[in-house]
């Protein structure tokens, strides 16, 4: 079975820069960036489909985040510049094996454990 092993969150000042790691243990067809604060809902930040790496973003980081892929490491990443309190959350790794969707919750059926974001000064 698929596993994610998320690397990289901690905490920064506004304006700064970070940059998570999500490692697979297997191929992927699919992987993604969610993002969950307390009491919201748990929202995409960013997809990349794995053979043609072909992106998304969510609209409240375009511009600001880039993600991307080490395909021989089966790892991705995802670099977050400009960071507001408002990205502050419990980031979470997401990958799927087979064809989907690839944008909703429901897509994914693989979690990482979550790794926490904290923008503040």
């Known amino acids: 079975q698929e596993q994610l092993v998320e690397s990289g969150g901690g905490s920064v000042q506004p304006g700064g820069s970070l940059r998570l790691s999500c490692a697979a243990s297997?191929?992927?067809?699919?992987m993604a960036w969610f993002r969950q604060a307390p009491g919201r809902e748990r929202e995409e930040v960013a997809t990349i489909y794995t053979d043609d790496g072909k992106t998304y973003y969510g609209d409240s980081v375009k511009g600001r985040f880039t993600i991307s892929q080490d395909k021989a490491k089966n790892t991705m990443y995802l670099q977050m510049n400009s960071l507001r309190p408002d990205d502050t959350a419990m980031y979470y790794c997401?990958?799927?094996?087979?064809?989907?969707?690839?944008?909703?919750?429901?897509?994914?059926?693989?979690w990482g454990q979550g790794t926490q974001v904290t923008v503040a000064s």
């Open positions: 997401a990958a799927e094996t087979g064809p989907s969707g690839c944008h909703t919750t429901l897509d994914f059926g693989t």
């Open positions: 297997g191929d992927t067809y699919c």
